[in-house]
């Protein structure tokens, strides 16, 4: 048993998602697959994840909606409970969640990595009972989970980053410095633009 469950403390699973409005969402994808292929894509993965993992006992789901206005407004899936991204960077936003929520280890995942499933949140929230934080690498450099125990105290890793491009898991890991203990999870694919697209139906393919 690790010591988050022995001290009865709630794991907080969170998704960041964006309102799926065509045109809106999935920019980078759209130009090579076009507006409505990259919508569908986007909405299919939103609506598989949060059914999937929102329904789950062994943490409570946030979803962490942009824009702030549909917070309330859009039917979201799911019975997780909705809170606002707020304004800045990525960076800013997931600080403030992680700052924001209840006590507990909170692990943050988005909604472009269609290979995510309840095992490794489940094995996320495993590696926070021995670790100060935990990252799933994605194969552009970046990150497609990253979770924190946040005690003693809240690291500040998410200031400074370079976001969307190779260098964003190593700056985040820089930001931890030393003294944390970190634990890594497999590589999957974030897809967001076409070739990633494309390398991640032809792995598909491939294990089918």
Known sequence: MNDTVAMGLTNHLVIFVKTPRLGRVKTRLAAGVGTVAAWTFYRRVLLYQVKRLTGDRRWRCWLAVTPDGDVDAAPWPGAASRLAQGTGDLGHRMARIMRALPPGPAVI?????????????????????????????????????????????????????????????????????????????????????GLSLERWRQKRSARH
């Open 109 to 193: 995942i988005g909604t472009d990595i269609p290979d995510i499933t309840p095992s490794h949140v489940a094995r996320a929230f495993r590696f926070l009972g021995r670790h100060d934080a935990v990252f799933g690498p994605a194969t552009d450099g970046g990150y497609w989970l990253v979770g924190l125990k946040r005690r003693p105290r809240l690291p500040d890793i998410f200031a400074g980053v370079r976001w969307s491009t190779e260098f964003t898991l190593s700056d985040s890991l820089a930001k931890l410095g030393h003294g944390h203990s970190v634990a890594l999870l497999e590589i999957l694919e974030d897809i967001d633009d």
